[in-house]
């Protein structure tokens, strides 16, 4: 084994297993893709440590590839079918997009920053991954002409209530993400049935939170 495919065996065994992640295609995709490619080449010896990687570099908002095991608990949660569509919402340098098209029918991939969206773009060339397509477009936005969409991943957190991507999910539909709209921040799933929307927290968690779904800073007398 080389020393990233080493470092890859090592992510799964000691952080995405341990964290109760048993769906063996989530296992067997991030067994399979190469997480350094979607790094800075500065930064590839981080690739497969527990943190949230900051892939940006000298730009003006921070953008990162979350935790290999949130993300992970993420994808089970959202119960990716093998014919659903799904949109990754700031997908950074694509790392995550690149997983969910392991198992998913399609993958849609946006991102707000144009230089990191034409990164995801080389690396999913550079792979040979086929059905991902990306677009550059603000997080909050979401990909509102190829809705609806079977699911919808953030790759980050929120702190506000995302309405405009909630619109996009088709009825049975599934949004996956972390939510910080009071303390602590929590992942959570949110479904639409009936016109509706549930929300049901899963677990405590932190990631970055997503350019344009900051909270708005209330007004002080």
């Avoid at 190469?34 to 800075?40: A, L, N, S």
């Avoid at 991102?111 to 991902?132: C, M, R, T, W, Y």
């Avoid at 972390?178 to 949110?190: I, K, M, Q, S, Y």
């Amino acid at each position: 084994m080389t020393g990233f495919s080493t470092a890859r065996q090592y992510m799964v065994d000691g952080q995405v297993r341990p964290s109760d992640v048993t769906d063996d295609r989530i296992l067997e995709a991030m067994l399979t893709v190469p997480r350094e490619v979607f790094v800075p080449a500065g930064k590839q010896a981080l690739a497969y440590l527990d943190l949230d990687l900051d892939v940006t570099e000298g730009a003006a908002a921070r953008r990162c590839l979350i935790t290999p095991a949130l993300l992970a608990r993420m994808l089970q949660a959202a119960e990716i079918k093998a014919t659903d569509r799904v949109l990754v919402v700031g997908c950074a340098t694509g790392y995550a997009a690149a997983i969910v098209a392991r198992f998913a029918g399609g993958v849609s991939a946006t991102e707000g920053d144009p230089a990191l969206a034409g990164k995801a773009s080389a690396a999913f060339a550079q792979l040979g991954i086929q059905n991902v397509t990306v677009k550059t477009a603000a997080a909050a936005d979401g990909d509102a002409a190829g809705a609806p969409y079977d699911v919808i991943v953030l790759n980050g957190a929120s702190e506000i209530i995302p309405t405009g991507l909630f619109g996009q999910l088709k009825e049975g539909g599934r949004l996956v993400g972390v939510f910080g709209l009071r303390p602590p921040p929590r992942a959570t799933l949110v479904t639409h049935s009936h016109g509706d929307f549930g929300h049901r927290e899963l677990f405590d968690a932190t990631a970055p939170v997503l350019p344009g779904l900051e909270r708005v800073p209330a007004f002080v007398f």
